[in-house]
């Protein structure tokens, strides 16, 4: 069962396998063309706008110049009026004084 292989199907040899420092090295020149890669390609684009026969436009400079003017407020025609309203009481859960009663003036009722 276990025969050894003919001449015409013979094995290649192996090959040899790379040191750990040429692997490294390699690793690192694969790591930094594909870090710097994308750069080269963005550098490679040609620039939007620009062309030979077109000249640079002239810059030109405005200069604006605003003038604020602080004007105090009006006073008011009459100062403001302040009432005072009873704040209850603080103790439990009551409920507020009822309003008081209100007449017209002049109405009595008959009798």
């Known amino acids: 069962m276990t025969e050894r292989a003919s001449s015409s199907h013979a094995a290649a040899p192996r090959r040899q396998r790379l040191s750990k420092r040429t692997l490294r090295a390699w690793a690192w020149i694969a790591g930094a063309a594909a870090l710097f890669t994308p750069f080269a390609a963005l550098a490679a684009q040609p620039?939007?706008?620009m062309t030979s026969a077109s000249a640079p436009r002239p810059v030109i400079i405005k200069r604006v110049v605003r003038r604020v003017v602080i004007v105090a407020a009006r006073q008011p025609?009459?100062?403001?009026?302040?009432?005072?309203?009873s704040g209850g009481t603080t103790g439990g859960g009551t409920a507020p004084a009822p309003a008081p009663v209100t007449t017209t003036g002049g109405s009595t009722v008959p009798r």
């Open 77 to 85: 025609t009459a100062p403001a009026r302040v009432v005072y309203v």
């Open 47 to 49: 620039k939007v706008g």
